[in-house]
């Protein structure tokens, strides 16, 4: 890639495969050969633990240390407390200090940009940022989506969750609209799919038809298994604990699918550029 490009994975709802889909992404795109770093911007600290650093709240330097640091014009090295997987991907981690933080952030003078500063000091770095998100649409996730080049919602395959989706698109073109210009929506994502189940074919359905005509929904869907929740104990990825499950073929296309979203965009801005 010619530069790096940032993605938020964001979804209001709770439970929808947010933490599992950065971990296996993250993890694909390094399999790919890319540079990788994981952003955890969720006080509860699924993505730090789920890549195997369980007790969170002992870490020195986490995300609110470095967003505090820019909402405060205190230099700081840049690159501390950066953890570095097994799987060869970067993680800036998170604890419930970033709770705290977000309180500060609502009288801070750069409070929608404070996490696109700091991320825009080290993306030199990388060829792709992925944003874990928390289940609200919260001054973090406005961070996040300021920060973002694109975003990617992963929707349960329920009525209910995809339902629910319309007032994420609303505030992501909000965004757009107010703060930053270029977000756009890289794509809905179908998670914990049951292919036994008529409802999942019947949500997909509705997604494809409700969305489908200004928003891309994924070729790939990620299947439901009880393999892929239990490597969030396990501190691995679906690649490296079960390698041959439906779920890593999923995360393996997908990556594929995300690749080459990335070209064809840079492809679109480069002929835009020369006519």
């Known amino acids: 890639m010619a530069k790096c490009k940032t993605i ?64 405060t014009d205190v230099d700081f090295d840049k690159t501390a407390g950066i953890l570095h997987h097994t799987e060869g991907v970067d993680l800036i981690p998170s604890n419930l200090e970033l709770s705290s933080l977000e309180i500060r952030l609502v009288n801070a003078m750069s409070r929608e940009v404070a996490l696109k500063e700091y991320l825009k000091s080290i993306k030199n770095n990388y060829d792709y940022i992925l944003i874990d998100c928390m289940p609200s649409l919260s001054m973090i996730t406005i961070n996040a989506l ?26 992501v073109s909000k965004v757009k609209r107010q703060i930053n210009r270029n977000l756009k929506i890289d794509g809905i994502l179908l998670t914990l799919v049951d292919e036994r189940t008529n409802l999942a074919k019947s949500t997909r359905k509705a997604v494809v038809e409700g969305y489908g005509k200004y928003i891309k929904v994924f070729k790939t869907y990620i299947p439901i298994a009880i393999k892929a929740a239990e490597t969030t104990t396990k501190g691995k990825s679906i690649f490296a604990y079960e390698p041959s499950s439906k779920v890593a073929k999923a995360y393996e296309n997908l990556t594929k699918e995300v690749i080459d979203n990335g070209e064809k965009q840079l492809n679109r801005l480069h002929s835009e550029r020369v006519r």
Do not use: E, F
């Open 146 to 171: 300021a920060a973002a080049d694109s975003v990617i919602i992963p929707v349960q395959a329920h009525y209910l969750s995809a339902k629910g989706m319309t007032q994420l698109v609303q505030t």
């Open 8 to 71: 938020a994975i964001c979804n209001q709802k709770g439970g929808v495969g947010k933490t599992t889909t950065a971990v296996n992404l993250g993890v694909g795109l390094a399999r790919q050969g890319k540079k990788v770093l994981l952003v955890d911007a969720d006080p509860q600290g699924d993505l730090t633990i789920s890549l195997g650093w369980q007790d969170n709240d002992s870490l020195d330097i986490t995300l609110a240390d470095k967003i505090n640091s820019v909402i």
